[in-house]
């Protein structure tokens, strides 16, 4: 069975789901690791991944060139560290659990620098796409650019390397089961995906106290609903992950419940725990953007939830209780629109003419008096409705009041 994947994209800041690996959020003994990483929003409906497809590939955003500077001051420092610790390691007796740790700190200022280049790496791909365009427009022929981040990938196999180092000849280091989570997230993020697989089971099987079992939870959750397409599998893993105390964790484990659910055919539990996020991401208070972003992205998933049960007025009197204005009407033209594609026409009619009324001089009003004023929309054919939303911008294109 192939699962309806939700893909969505949060803040740089995220959810802390797992951008980078756990070392890299969680430096200091003791700190709180990252979740892991939320899939990917590509398209407004959920779309389903074909075989090896990966949810968690989003569209780039491009990074700043003065911020890019900034950090080449502190990518400086983090060479002459580097080089610091690969005079001092082989110095140190092998066996002595001093040398594994300094290996993980160079481990850790590798992963840094990788992430770095890789930044670096981006703008110069962007800049290399603008020049492109600069130089179609006047004519040119050129071929498109590529990304290229062997530098970046270099970076990112030593800091494997001196994870399997660490694992293969310091097998009780004490922080091994930090060193297994951030091996297994990048095995699986450069597609050794069994390799992974197995990492996160032996962290589970050997750990099972562990800070970061929460986390693999997660990430095996999404491994199973995203790629492998096993939904109770993936939804064990959720469960597991929903018991966390971290709120980051659970909310997000909680979202994808909501979509095990729908993948399941409830609509109605789907729709609830999706509302359980959206209240309990609201509870988390505005001072951390990670929530109000799965807020937002609960709300557009609950229009299609809405749509299969057909409750229109239930869907608008949610997104007023829950949304501000300019999302409201957003979202319930979303709802208009996906109730009418559904051939849910009567709640389509409602909503459209709920939006009128609500916001009678909006950009789109005249496309929504449109579709709203004729009670024929219910007998019109497929083809002629889809005529008709073309033909009401639908499809980019602006026209003026028009009833009929």
């Given at each position: 069975?192939?699962?309806?994947?939700?893909?969505?994209?949060?803040?740089?800041?995220?959810?802390?789901?797992?951008?980078?690996?756990?070392?890299?959020?969680?430096?200091?003994?003791?700190?709180?690791?990252?979740?892991?990483?939320?899939?990917?929003?590509?398209?407004?409906?959920?779309?389903?991944?074909?075989?090896?497809?990966?949810?968690?590939?989003?569209?780039?955003?491009?990074?700043?060139?003065?911020?890019?500077?900034?950090?080449?001051?502190?990518?400086?420092?983090?060479?002459?560290?580097?080089?610091?610790?690969?005079?001092?390691?082989?110095?140190?007796?092998?066996?002595?659990?001093?040398?594994?740790?300094?290996?993980?700190?160079?481990?850790?200022?590798?992963?840094?620098?990788?992430?770095?280049?890789?930044?670096?790496?981006?703008?110069?791909?962007?800049?290399?796409?603008?020049?492109?365009?600069?130089?179609?427009?006047?004519?040119?022929?050129?071929?498109?650019?590529?990304?290229?981040?062997?530098?970046?990938?270099l970076y990112r196999s030593e800091t494997m390397r001196l994870y399997e180092t660490i694992l293969r000849e310091y097998p009780t280091y004490e922080r091994k089961d930090e060193v297994?989570?951030?091996?297994?997230?990048?095995?699986?993020?450069?597609?050794?995906?069994?390799?992974?697989?197995?990492?996160?089971?032996?962290?589970?099987?050997?750990?099972?106290?562990?800070?970061?079992?929460?986390?693999?939870?997660?990430?095996?959750?999404?491994?199973?609903?995203?790629?492998?397409?096993?939904?109770?599998?993936?939804?064990?893993?959720?469960?597991?992950?929903?018991?966390?105390?971290?709120?980051?964790?659970?909310?997000?484990?909680?979202?994808?419940?909501?979509?095990?659910?729908?993948?399941?055919?409830?609509?109605?539990?789907?729709?609830?725990?999706?509302?359980?996020?959206?209240?309990?991401?609201e509870k988390q208070g505005k001072r951390d953007r990670a929530f109000s972003d799965l807020k937002n992205e609960a709300l557009g998933d609950s229009v299609r939830m809405f749509v299969?049960?057909?409750?229109?007025?239930?869907?608008?009197?949610?997104?007023?209780?829950?949304?501000?204005?300019?999302?409201?009407?957003?979202?319930?033209?979303?709802?208009?629109?996906?109730?009418?594609?559904?051939?849910?026409?009567?709640?389509?009619?409602?909503?459209?003419?709920?939006?009128?009324?609500?916001?009678?001089?909006?950009?789109?009003?005249?496309?929504?008096?449109?579709?709203?004023?004729?009670?024929?929309?219910?007998?019109?054919?497929?083809?002629?409705?889809?005529?008709?939303?073309?033909?009401?911008?639908?499809?980019?294109?602006?026209?003026?009041?028009?009833?009929?």
């Amino acid at each position: 069975m192939k699962l309806v994947v939700r893909m969505m994209t949060l803040a740089a800041v995220g959810l802390g789901l797992g951008a980078t690996p756990a070392l890299a959020q969680a430096k200091k003994k003791g700190a709180k690791p990252a979740a892991a990483k939320a899939v990917a929003k590509t398209a407004e409906k959920p779309a389903k991944p074909g075989p090896g497809q990966d949810a968690a590939a989003a569209k780039p955003v491009a990074p700043k060139a003065a911020e890019i500077e900034k950090e080449a001051i502190a990518d400086k420092k983090r060479d002459e560290q580097i080089e610091a610790a690969k005079r001092i390691i082989p110095k140190i007796e092998d066996g002595n659990p001093q040398k594994a740790d300094l290996l993980f700190q160079l481990s850790e200022l590798y992963w840094e620098k990788s992430q770095f280049l890789n930044r670096k790496e981006m703008l110069a791909y962007f800049q290399a796409q603008e020049d492109a365009e600069a130089r179609r427009n006047r004519g040119e022929k050129v071929t498109d650019p590529k990304e290229d981040h062997r530098e970046s990938e270099l970076y990112r196999s030593e800091t494997m390397r001196l994870y399997e180092t660490i694992l293969r000849e310091y097998p009780t280091y004490e922080r091994k089961d930090e060193v297994l989570f951030n091996l297994a997230k990048n095995q699986y993020d450069t597609g050794k995906r069994d390799q992974a697989i197995k990492r996160y089971e032996e962290l589970l099987k050997s750990y099972p106290g562990s800070r970061f079992v929460a986390d693999t939870y997660i990430e095996l959750g999404n491994h199973y609903f995203e790629v492998a397409n096993v939904l109770e599998k993936a939804r064990t893993y959720y469960e597991k992950a929903y018991a966390s105390t971290n709120p980051r964790i659970k909310s997000y484990a909680l979202y994808k419940l909501a979509w095990c659910d729908f993948n399941a055919g409830d609509h109605e539990k789907a729709l609830a725990k999706l509302q359980q996020t959206i209240e309990f991401a609201e509870k988390q208070g505005k001072r951390d953007r990670a929530f109000s972003d799965l807020k937002n992205e609960a709300l557009g998933d609950s229009v299609r939830m809405f749509v299969q049960l057909n409750r229109a007025d239930d869907a608008i009197a949610y997104f007023k209780a829950h949304a501000g204005k300019k999302k409201q009407i957003n979202l319930t033209g979303k709802l208009a629109y996906a109730l009418a594609d559904a051939g849910h026409h009567d709640n389509a009619i409602k909503s459209f003419r709920y939006l009128l009324n609500d916001s009678p001089v909006a950009e789109s009003a005249p496309d929504w008096r449109m579709l709203a004023t004729s009670s024929r929309i219910c007998r019109l054919s497929s083809a002629i409705w889809l005529w008709i939303r073309c033909i009401s911008g639908y499809c980019g294109l602006k026209v003026a009041s028009f009833c009929w």
